[in-house]
């Protein structure tokens, strides 16, 4: 079992930067592919970003490619996501959550989401 939680969110204005963080706690993190999503209230949860375990493989949605960055260290149980160039669009609270089975970019296929973290991009 994983348990997560983010941090890094906050208000940034348009064309600005965003480091988010995801502290994962159980020794089985280091085997785990992990992914970032975000949701707006009202709407279906985003897939963002997907990390496979030891980093050889590594996705995105296409709304973030060229922009975003996943990344992870495995020595120290966390997960990042940079965020270049944020778009007012990128507003959500942004979730990290382990990559159980099927297909990377639904959230179905996810479990032990963290709580989530605020990021807002003003225009």
């Known amino acids: 079992q994983v348990q997560l939680v983010e941090s890094g969110g906050g208000l940034v204005q348009a064309g600005g930067s965003l480091r988010l963080s995801c502290a994962a706690s159980?020794?089985?993190?280091?085997?785990?592919?992990m992914g970032w999503f975000r949701q707006v209230p009202g709407k279906e949860r985003e897939f963002v970003a997907h990390i496979s375990w030891d980093g050889g493989r590594i996705n995105y949605g296409d709304s973030v490619k060229g922009r975003f960055t996943i990344s992870r260290d495995n020595a120290k149980n966390m997960l990042y996501l940079r965020m270049n160039n944020l778009k007012p669009e990128d507003t959500a609270v942004y979730y990290c959550?382990?990559?159980?089975?099927?297909?990377?970019?639904?959230?179905?296929?996810?479990?032990?989401w963290g709580q989530g973290t605020q990021v807002t991009a003003s225009s």
């Open positions: 959550a382990a990559h159980t089975a099927g297909t990377y970019n639904s959230r179905e296929n996810y479990a032990y």
């Open positions: 159980g020794r089985t993190f280091r085997w785990s592919n």
